[in-house]
């Protein structure tokens, strides 16, 4: 049975089509209008595993905030439907990934109960700047989290254990949230794996 959704989400400050394959061979394709955060979004599809499609269109004119916090909204969505009931995944996971300098520590639960725990200090090294054109606030990456953790209804922790580099920082968050993510949603038994019954 093929683990897959497609999502829209139309509000009159952005306009975003998601297609997600869980089971797929890292096919991505991603347009947001915001280059730096689309290599960030793919890093989430390839790295995870998933054949992704994300189009969206949005007010970057004013700021790339609602772009950002909408697209992780509606991933999270697709997410959440994309897993069904869940029944056979191993639910729990947890990695290391570094890049260079910088090491990040992810653990995920599919738990149902929506919650981040975001340690990870961006810009180190106090510095503010935009990543890209139109600009990427690193702090968005913080508000892109929080949305699609509570709209896939997970659990999910990020740590930063070292870094200097802003892109090798956000870089390695979401190659390492990919990575937890592949082996939580890997389907290893048939049953619902909670003693509730239900995730």
């Not at 990427?136 to 740590?159: G, K, V």
Request: glycine share 10%.
């Amino acid at each position: 049975m093929s683990r897959s959704a497609q999502r829209v989400r139309k509000t009159k400050e952005t306009a975003i089509t998601i297609d997600l394959e869980l089971d797929g061979s890292g096919q991505v394709n991603v347009d947001t209008g915001i280059p730096f955060f689309d290599h960030m979004v793919t890093q989430l599809g390839k790295h995870g595993g998933f054949d992704l499609s994300v189009q969206a269109s949005g007010d970057v004119h004013v700021d790339t905030h609602h772009t950002v916090e909408d697209v992780g909204i509606l991933l999270g969505e697709t997410l959440r439907e994309a897993l069904g009931d869940k029944a056979g995944v191993r639910r729990f996971a947890s990695v290391a990934v570094p890049l260079d300098e910088t090491l990040i520590d992810v653990a995920v639960d599919l738990s149902g109960r929506p919650f981040l725990v975001y340690s990870v200090d961006p810009s180190p090294g106090g510095e503010s700047f935009l990543l890209g054109q139109p600009g990427f606030d690193p702090q968005l990456a913080e508000e892109f989290w929080r949305a699609f953790a509570h709209a896939a209804a997970i659990t999910l922790h990020l740590r930063m254990v070292s870094g200097k580099n802003t892109h090798h920082i956000l870089e390695a968050s979401f190659k390492a949230v990919a990575r937890a993510l592949r082996d939580a949603v890997r389907v290893e038994g048939v049953g619902v794996p909670s003693t509730k019954g239900t995730l």
